[in-house]
């Protein structure tokens, strides 16, 4: 029975993954200081034996002795890694340096979870893992992508000057229950804007593209990826290839909720990307064949039904 440590384990993505340990027999150490995650992600699984809660911030050092360790800690959205920009690339950068530590101390494999934001805006498409990003270094968003950015290049450090074995992985735009219902990506803030009957917000033309990735899959493609052979670091894409305008999004939600709301169009925000879209060859050819398998419209009804559980939505 393996013993795992997930930072940022009551965050979206983090929740989702202890599920998935704790289902494939695993203990789990679920670390999160609540800056973004919230206990009511996990509070299904607090009583089960198999299952540790522990609030702590990744800033200072954390000390247990585990097999394996997924480094998830970091505020992922505008919203709320914008709110802290010194807090944000703190916990990036001595974040990581503590998990490698402890990684160092006791021989344990370590998942880095790293962004698409590494490629910035980017100047190639789809994106390649080879291409090395468009990144401005003093803009709104640095605090993230640089941060995500130089957390790489600490686990490929360690990895170089101790041996340390790491795995890197570049996640996509993801989308699922338990995302936050205020933190600002466009998923979230699309259907939520569309159960209230709120005008939908587009910023910029709404021709931008991203790629949309369903819960289920991403966390597939990081237990896969953290049982590849150790000679295999990554970075690896984990993303869907499937392309949509914000101005597709925004329709397919009207549609799927039955909603009566408008678009209504704001100014771009600073150092938006116009598109986004991963390579996910690597990924195939590496992690036994990886590729997302839920639609987008699938994928969305689920998220729907979550939110309108929390935001007590009621059709009128």
């Known amino acids: 029975m393996e013993r795992i440590l997930v930072t940022g384990g009551a965050g979206f993505i983090g929740s989702h993954l202890c599920d998935r340990l704790i289902n494939d027999g695993c203990d789990v150490i679920c670390l999160d200081n609540y800056f973004t995650g919230s206990k009511d992600n996990v509070r299904h699984l607090i009583g089960n034996p198999r299952f540790e809660l522990v609030r702590h911030d990744v800033t200072t050092p954390y000390y247990a002795e585990v097999d394996k360790i997924f480094n998830l800690a970091c505020p992922a959205s505008p919203v709320y890694y914008q709110y802290n920009p010194i807090k944000t690339i703190k916990t990036s950068i001595y974040g990581t340096l503590n998990m490698l530590g402890l990684a160092k101390r006791v021989r344990a494999k370590i998942l880095q979870a790293s962004t698409s934001e590494v490629y910035g805006d980017p100047s190639i498409h789809p994106q390649v893992e080879s291409y090395w990003g468009n990144v401005n270094p003093i803009g709104i968003r640095s605090c993230y992508d640089e941060g995500k950015r130089a957390a790489e290049t600490l686990c490929m ?41 709120q005008d939908i917000t587009i910023y910029g033309s709404g021709l931008q593209t991203r790629s949309f990735q369903y819960i289920d899959d991403l966390v597939e493609g990081m237990i896969r990826m953290m049982n590849t052979d150790d000679d295999f670091i990554g970075p690896v ?17 009207i ?19 116009r598109q986004r879209k991963p390579d996910i060859s690597l990924a195939y050819s ?25 935001i007590n939505f009621a059709p009128k």
């Not at 639609?295 to 939110?307: A, H, S, W």
Request: charged share 25%; glycine share 8%; aromatic share 8%.
């Open 157 to 197: 450090d360690y990895h170089r000057q101790h041996g340390i074995c790491v795995k890197i992985i570049r996640i996509f735009n993801t989308y699922g229950p338990r995302m936050n219902q205020n933190d600002g990506r466009v998923v979230s803030n699309f259907i939520v804007q569309a159960l209230k009957g």
């Open 237 to 253: 894409n984990i993303g869907n290839p499937g392309e949509f305008s914000m101005l597709e999004l925004a329709d397919a939600v």
């Open 255 to 273: 549609r799927l909720t039955g909603s009566k709301s408008k678009i209504v169009f704001e100014p771009l925000p600073q150092d938006d990307p």
């Open 286 to 310: 590496k992690l036994n064949g990886w590729e997302p398998t839920v639609p987008l419209e699938e994928g969305l009804k689920n998220t729907i039904d979550y939110f309108k559980e929390i």
